[in-house]
C-alpha cells in the first residue's frame, strides 16, 4: 500500500530541514517545544520523576503507574532519537501508552546522550537503570525491555549484555524499527534504497544523524552497537520487532528476527503496512498504528 495518506500530508507540510551541520541543541530545543503539556496527556495513577542510583551514577528515570499494576510486572523504555535527541519528555506519551495497554509498570529511562556523553555512557545507563528496575519493582512474571529506533538498539544491546553476565531476569525484548547495524551498508539492505528519500527519515541522514554517537567511540562492528552483528542470538529472550513498510531500517529489523529464530529464539516480526519510521513517536493517534500497544500486550501475553 502507499505511504498512509495522513503521514504523506503531514511530511509535505514540514519545512525542509536548515543546511549546514546538525545543532544538537536547536534540534533538542525544537523537539520539546513540541511536547503538550501534561494536562493534555493520558492520566494514569501515578507518574514519579526519580533518580535511579546506580554504579554507573544517578540516572534520571520516571516510572509510569497503570491504575490495576502490582505484581504483574515491569517494562523498562529506552526513548528514540539517533542517540543524540528523544527524552524523558519527548516519548513520555508512548510510555504512557505502554503503561495504559499492557497494565504493566514502565519504567522510561533518561540515558546520557551523544555527543556530549561518548561511548558508551548511554549503554551502560540503559543497562544499570535496567537492573535497578529490576530490584526495585521487578517482583512480577514479566520483565521486558523495549525501544523505539536508537532506543531499540539500546533494548538489544541490554539484553544481549544481561544475557552474557548471566542476569537472566529479562523475559522479552521489543524494538520498534530499530536501528541494529550502524555500518550502512547500502548495498546489502533493499530498503535503505528502496525507501531512501521522501518517507521521513532518509537514507542520505542516517550518517550525519548518528554521527555524534559513532564520533564518540561507538564502533559499528562491535555487537553491541550494531546488535545484528552479534554472532551467537541464542539465549536471548523472545522478541517482538515491529518494522514500517517505509522505513530505511526494515531490512535489518527484520535480518535480526529471522536470525533470532535460526538460533531457537521465539520471534515475533510484524511489518506495519503505510508506516515509515518513527510511526510510534508520531503517528500511534491512528488507530491501525496505534494497534502497535496492543500487540505489545499481546506479544507480552499480559491481561
Known amino acids: 500500500m502507499p505511504l498512509h495518506p495522513e503521514i504523506a500530508r503531514i511530511l509535505a507540510s514540514l519545512p525542509a530541514p536548515p543546511e549546514g551541520p546538525l545543532d544538537p541543541v536547536a534540534m533538542r530545543l525544537a523537539e520539546e517545544s513540541q511536547v503538550p503539556p501534561v494536562e493534555d496527556r493520558t492520566p494514569l495513577y501515578a507518574v514519579d ?43 513520555d506519551h508512548v510510555a504512557r501508552s505502554l503503561a495504559e495497554e499492557t497494565g504493566l509498570k514502565v519504567v522510561s529511562v533518561g540515558y546520557r546522550r551523544a555527543p556530549e556523553a561518548a561511548f558508551p555512557a548511554g549503554l551502560d545507563d540503559c543497562y544499570a537503570a535496567t537492573r ?20 531499540g538498539t539500546f533494548a538489544a544491546a541490554v539484553a544481549a549484555r544481561a544475557h552474557d553476565d548471566g542476569f537472566d531476569r529479562i523475559t522479552h525484548q521489543i524494538l520498534y524499527y530499530p536501528s541494529l547495524d550502524l555500518a550502512f551498508p547500502e548495498d546489502r539492505y533493499a530498503s535503505l534504497r528502496e525507501n531512501a528519500v521522501g518517507y521521513g527519515l532518509e537514507t542520505a541522514a542516517l550518517r550525519p544523524f548518528n554521527a555524534f554517537y559513532l564520533d564518540s567511540g561507538a564502533d559499528p562492528a562491535d555487537p ?39 538460533a531457537g529464539v521465539p520471534a515475533t516480526v510484524t511489518r506495519y503496512a503505510g508506516a515509515g519510521h518513527g510511526f510510534v513517536q508520531h503517528f500511534s493517534w491512528l488507530p491501525e498504528y496505534h494497534r502497535v500497544f496492543a500487540e505489545t500486550r499481546e506479544f507480552l501475553g499480559v491481561r
Open 49 to 91: 520523576d526519580v533518580t535511579a542510583k546506580t554504579p554507573a551514577g544517578g540516572i534520571p528515570v520516571r516510572v509510569y503507574t497503570p491504575a490495576e499494576a502490582g505484581s504483574r510486572g515491569l517494562l523498562v523504555y529506552f526513548h528514540g532519537g539517533a542517540f543524540f535527541l528523544g527524552s524523558l519528555e519527548t516519548h
Open 132 to 151: 535497578w528496575a529490576a530490584e526495585q519493582y521487578g517482583d512480577g512474571p514479566v520483565l521486558a525491555v523495549a525501544g523505539d529506533s536508537s532506543g
Open 224 to 262: 553491541l552497537v550494531s546488535p545484528v552483528r552479534r554472532s551467537d542470538l541464542s539465549g536471548l529472550p523472545p522478541t517482538l520487532v515491529v518494522t514500517a513498510e517505509f522505513d530505511p531500517l526494515r531490512d535489518e529489523g527484520e535480518l535480526y528476527g529471522r536470525r533470532l529464530r535460526e
